[in-house]
């Protein structure tokens, strides 16, 4: 089936540090990937999105390529600061009607970011 | 203006109560959706609605029951509540589902409580 694997963490980082969260996946068709991120007791918000091989996703410094040869997803971000300690989360969407829109979620990585 | 309010967003109740969650979009989305995050943060999709219409259902146990009167709205009851269903419970929607580079959009979570 479908699937989503994000590195696990918590990943532990200095402010203005780079970092790195990997993400694969498998799926059987062509999927749209996502990055979310949850803060401290908030809700999700999509942090960035690629739909087609070789898309970047980019946002608030975070960056994502869309690599269909190694079905990976990775989200960088070149210098942290401590308001990037949050939840990450990589997820897939098939589209089509046997999905439905339904987002396959990775298990969400925890980054924690210190002064 | 929020996009996806729930409500309540903290709710603590006594085993075998009967309680339900509310949720409301103000972003013209046709497609609404449940998931549940469990205690490591793990997100899955309980159900989704398309035009107040079932078109998901995930294996969820028939305590729970959504209801849509229209396609802003997507309610979530429990029965005989368990402690088992504690657990951060997300509504989310979206546009044109079949479409595979459409985003969710989350409301704030409801954190459910079973004692």
């Known amino acids: 089936g479908d699937s989503v694997t994000q590195m696990e963490g918590p990943v532990t980082l200095s402010e203005e540090a780079f970092l790195t969260i990997n993400c694969t996946y498998t799926a059987t068709g062509y999927p749209s990937l996502f990055w979310y991120v949850q803060y401290p007791g908030e809700g999700l918000q999509l942090l960035l999105k690629?739909?087609?091989?070789?898309d970047k996703g980019s946002n608030k410094g975070f960056e994502a390529t869309y690599r269909k040869e190694t079905t990976s997803f990775h989200l960088e971000k070149g210098s942290v600061q401590v308001s990037d300690s949050a939840v990450y989360f990589c997820a897939l969407n098939l589209g089509g009607t046997d999905s439905w829109g339904k987002l396959q979620f990775g298990a969400g990585t925890q980054v924690v970011v210190t002064p | 203006d929020t996009a996806v309010s729930q409500t309540p967003k903290y709710l603590v109740t006594q085993m075998g109560n009967d309680k339900s969650i509310k949720c409301e979009q103000n972003l013209g989305h046709d497609t609404m959706y449940w998931y549940k995050q469990d205690s490591k943060k793990f997100l899955k999709i309980m159900f989704s609605y398309n035009n107040k219409e079932l078109i998901i259902n995930e294996t969820v146990p028939n305590r729970f029951s959504p209801k849509s009167p229209d396609k802003a709205h997507l309610n979530l009851h429990i029965n005989s509540l368990e402690l088992g269903d504690s657990a951060v419970y997300f509504c989310?929607?979206?546009?044109?589902?079949?479409?595979?580079?459409?985003?969710?959009?989350f409301g704030q979570g409801t954190r459910l409580t079973v004692v």
């Open positions: 989310a929607s979206s546009q044109v589902p079949r479409v595979a580079r459409t985003e969710a959009f």
């Open positions: 690629a739909t087609k091989a070789d």
